[in-house]
């Protein structure tokens, strides 16, 4: 066989296997629970100015929204970080303590799992909820990093944050330089890990989308004692000066925390905010879970004493999971958000990103200061 035949056959060989893996997707991109089912669809992209979407003010590519102004606003498509998302050796650094939680030692949350590879099914008679089979009790560790300001002065009541899915580094950088410039008083967060998996049946699921005060429970009773013992600090009990914030399923826990509990918590940062359909177990007070809260709690209730930050990305998720429910598209719902917040008055502002993913970490880099700013708004600096 000559070089020419060879290198003909070796470029044949190689071609065929290129082929073969673009039609043969990896284990991590197939649905769950169908080994040979095809990798998800990519999300759309969203035009902000869709019919039925909220009305919004265009930004200049690469600016914020302004931090002290309420409603809807469109990001351009590019996303640097914002000065505040690096660090500078010049502004003094918080410290960072860290410690882990096990399910054993939980009195709300002594942990389940679903089995890998597996998701659930519809349920025949009512497409809003879905049948999980394999979830089951089963330990888990969760990690919780504690960041506390260089200007904390010890014995004084300080304001906080409370952050689903920590450690969030990206925070506590944000936070170094906003508090250093005066623009955000100076807070303490404490960051904590999730107890494993996402979604139904998960134990993340079950503390991130269940519409109860169940975790805000968990966190006032299990966590934030902790917190003060082990490290010292004296947490506010102001729910002006307690915030939580999260992304996707952490951002809805992060509503659901003020909503469920307005008396310890007033204020709400959400990227990608999964209000969906993703409850479970069913509870028949709120059948569609997280979408209830545009679909029926916030337009039928009073208006509680929240103020909100949002973003969703024009490419965020849609019909992420085997539901068709017409309650799994991530745009919608936070558009659905913007629009009966404004129409109870709420102290809201939504921002819509272009060339943005689901919980885009660039959007997040360049608009976490803003976020902050805004959140904290008529708050004591």
Known sequence: MNLQTKSALAFLLASAALLAAAQTPPPAQMEPGNATHPPRPIPPTRDPHTQGYVAAKELPDGANAPPDSDGNFILGPTHNPAPEAVERDSVPRGTVYEFTMNSADSKLYPGIARDPYTFGT????????????????????????????????????????????????????VLDNLIAEHKVPAMIVISIGNGSGDAQGSERGLEYDTMSGRYAEFVEKEVLPLVESQYHVKLTRDPDGRAAMGGSSGAACALIMAWYHPEWYHRVLSYSGTYVNQQWPPNPATPHGAWGFHEQLIPESPRKPIRIWMEVGDRDLLNSNAMRDNMHDWVVANENMARVLAAKGYHYQFVFARNAGHTDRAVKQQTLAEALEYLWQGYPR
């Open 122 to 173: 519809p349920d025949p008679n009512d497409p809003a909820k879905l049948i999980v089979t394999t979830s089951h009790p089963a330990p888990y560790t969760r990690h919780v990093a504690v960041y506390v300001p260089a200007q904390y002065v010890p014995g004084t009541a300080a304001p906080f944050i409370v952050g689903a899915d920590g450690p969030d580094r990206l925070l506590f950088t």
